[in-house]
């Protein structure tokens, strides 16, 4: 089981990538950085290119329609090549409320268009020439859309690999089947691993029914914030306000997927709770609405003894990679926490 750390969006970007180089050393396998509507994610991933060494980089994730297929391509080659092969490719459908929201785009077809950008990025890497008529994209653009002058091209440079991974973050049994059957990784988000067969598993074995070979084992990453001591569990409650942002506020009545997710674990009364208090502004009753028993599972939270066994239930659920946020007073605490979880994971 690999142990990665997300980066947070909302500030301390500079102080944490300062002491990345000690994480590194403490045995963190790869570093994921978000874009949501906030800072890019790529100026930051090629920052952390250059101050690290060995560290794996990941978007987690680029949305699909916020930039061109080919754009996309070219961006992880892009920063394959600066990290001398280190890069992986989170890419996401993201959510109306932002796509359309924030970047005035339509926010339809979220399927196609991830098969087809995986589709076209992986014939930019390859250095074909590239010409795909799909649904969502068409490459040249005919000349009934155009000009008629755009011609098929290929990537000038040569990418350090041409095969970088792709991972795809998915909810809803359509996308986690997608990311089966044509990512190299998977990244669900709320991951509680005793309800994710009961989930996603029927989803999860379609998708891999279909998966070519050469893709190898689907990698799995999963997140859980970390702390481990015999007077930690206040911690739990830190995760409170996110869950209910995102089961409450992200997306409308009937349209929110991570609200359709916690009813999925069979918590519909709280989930239809947490939402119309989140709407009616009442953003901290919704918080304390969140089930503590969801916290909890989807957290490394407690003694080492019960740490252990979390982290065991998330391999014995198929997690590979595994997002940690080590929640402690200072850095000399967060790293010990880093280096604990690193060796209890190698135990398992």
């Known amino acids: ?28 396998d790869i570093v994921f950085v978000a874009e949501a509507y906030s800072f890019d994610a790529v100026s930051q991933l090629g920052y952390i290119a250059a101050k690290t060494e060995r560290l794996e980089i990941a978007s987690g994730i680029l949305p699909v329609y916020t930039r061109t297929p080919s754009l996309l391509a070219m961006t992880a080659a892009g920063l394959d090549y600066v990290s001398d092969g280190r890069f992986t490719l989170g890419l996401g459908a993201s959510g109306p409320q932002v796509i359309e929201g924030f970047h005035g785009l339509p926010y339809h077809a979220p399927l196609g268009r991830t098969r087809e950008v995986i589709e076209i990025c992986r014939k930019v890497w390859k250095r074909e020439r590239v010409q795909y008529d799909g649904r969502h994209y068409k490459l040249p653009l005919p000349p009934e859309q155009g000009t008629g002058l755009g011609k098929p ?11 970088i991974p792709i991972h795809i973050a998915a909810i809803g049994p359509k996308n986690v089947e997608l990311a089966a059957e044509i990512a190299e990784g998977w990244q669900p988000i709320f991951y509680l691993p005793e309800k994710a067969a009961d989930v996603w598993g029927a989803a999860l074995d379609a998708g891999r029914a279909k998966r070519a070979p050469e893709l190898g084992e689907l990698d799995v990453v999963g997140q859980a914030p970390l702390a481990i001591g015999d007077d930690v569990d206040g911690f739990l409650e830190f995760g409170r306000p996110m869950v209910a942002l995102y089961v409450g506020g992200m997306g409308a009545k009937g349209k929110n997927f991570y609200n359709d997710l916690c009813r999925r674990y069979g918590w519909e009364k709280e989930a239809e709770e947490i939402q119309d208090l989140y709407l009616s502004g009442k953003k901290d009753e919704a918080a304390a609405k969140v089930p503590v028993e969801l916290l909890r599972g989807m957290s490394l939270i407690g003694p080492e003894s019960h740490v ?41």
């Open 308 to 348: 252990k066994e979390r982290l065991a239930a998330m391999k014995e659920s198929g997690i590979t990679t595994l997002n940690v946020t080590p929640i402690a007073g200072d850095h000399k605490a967060r790293l010990a926490l880093i280096e604990k979880v690193k060796e209890l994971a190698a135990d398992l």
């Open 1 to 28: 089981m690999r142990i990665g750390m997300p980066l947070s969006y909302a500030g301390g970007f500079k102080e944490t990538v300062n002491d990345l180089a000690e994480y590194e050393k403490a045995g963190l």
């Open 153 to 163: 091209l290929k990537l000038i440079n040569h990418p350090v690999r041409d095969r």
